[in-house]
T-cell receptor, first 114, second 109 residues
Framework: ETGVTQTPRHLVMGMTNKKSLKCEQH?????MYWYKQSAKKPLELMFV???????ENNSVPSRFSPECPNSSHLFLHLHTLQPEDSALYLC?????????????FGPGTRLLVL | GQNIDQPTEMTATEGAIVQINCTYQ??????LFWYQQHAGEAPTFLSY??LDGLEEKGRFSSFLSRSKGYSYLLLKELQMKDSASYLC??????????WGAGTKLIIKP
């Protein structure tokens, strides 16, 4: 049990749909992350929030829109996705958003775009 | 560019020892992580090395050589539950975390 929860665990959506992924951490951390994990590829960092402020956006297409209303919650809003966006989307948190900290991951949302 | 290399897949026998290697080329170095990820589950922290040498933690040990840009994860007395992917990640000079693609470890009875 990691203290980071994600919903939904699985999601199938068409290219014209709009959906949102939710992440919640119960660890009292100040930094939260969205990653994309595709088969046999390294984790791709998408967004970083530190104290609710976005500190990193790794050239992610605008069809992915993050939202961080507070330090415990993180959303990823999805619209007009492409089939190549199908992947496991992982949320993580860490105490202060520093690179040498351990990150605590949620179980991920397995996304399939048809 | 920055790069982390680790084998894609390895197979080992229950009760045996296996060594998973990781080599890295990054702009600076501020630590190396190993994470374990069971299929369909969250990656979980295993170890962190910032100085050269071997860090032992029960059945798992992690080694680092900064001069060679090299680390390994050593798993002893393998159990079936050790079947998982093992992710190597390096913190670079900008304190950005660079991830490897992971090594899928298959344990056979």
């Amino acid at each position: 049990e990691t203290g980071v929860t994600q919903t939904p665990r699985h999601l199938v959506m068409g290219m014209t749909n709009k959906k949102s992924l939710k992440c919640e951490q119960h660890l009292g951390h100040n930094a939260m992350y969205w990653y994309k994990q595709s088969a046999k590829k390294p984790l791709e960092l998408m967004f970083v929030y530190n104290f609710k402020e976005q500190t990193e956006n790794n050239s992610v297409p605008s069809r992915f829109s993050p939202e961080c209303p507070n330090s415990s919650h993180l959303f990823l809003h999805l619209h007009t996705l492409q089939p190549e966006d199908s992947a496991l989307y992982l949320c993580a948190s860490s105490p202060r958003g520093e690179g040498q900290e351990t990150q605590y991951f949620g179980p991920g949302t397995r996304l399939l775009v048809l | 560019g920055q790069n982390i290399d680790q084998p894609t897949e390895m197979t080992a026998t229950e009760g045996a020892i296996v060594q998973i290697n990781c080599t890295y080329q990054t702009s600076g170095f501020n630590g190396l992580f190993w994470y374990q990820q069971h299929a369909g589950e969250a990656p979980t922290f295993l170890s962190y090395n910032v100085l050269d040498g071997l860090e032992e933690k029960g059945r798992f040990s992690s080694f680092l050589s900064r001069s060679k840009g090299y680390s390994y994860l050593l798993l002893k007395e393998l159990q079936m539950k050790d079947s998982a992917s093992y992710l190597c990640a390096v913190t670079d000079s900008n304190y950005q975390l660079i991830w490897g693609a992971g090594t899928k470890l298959i344990i056979k009875p």
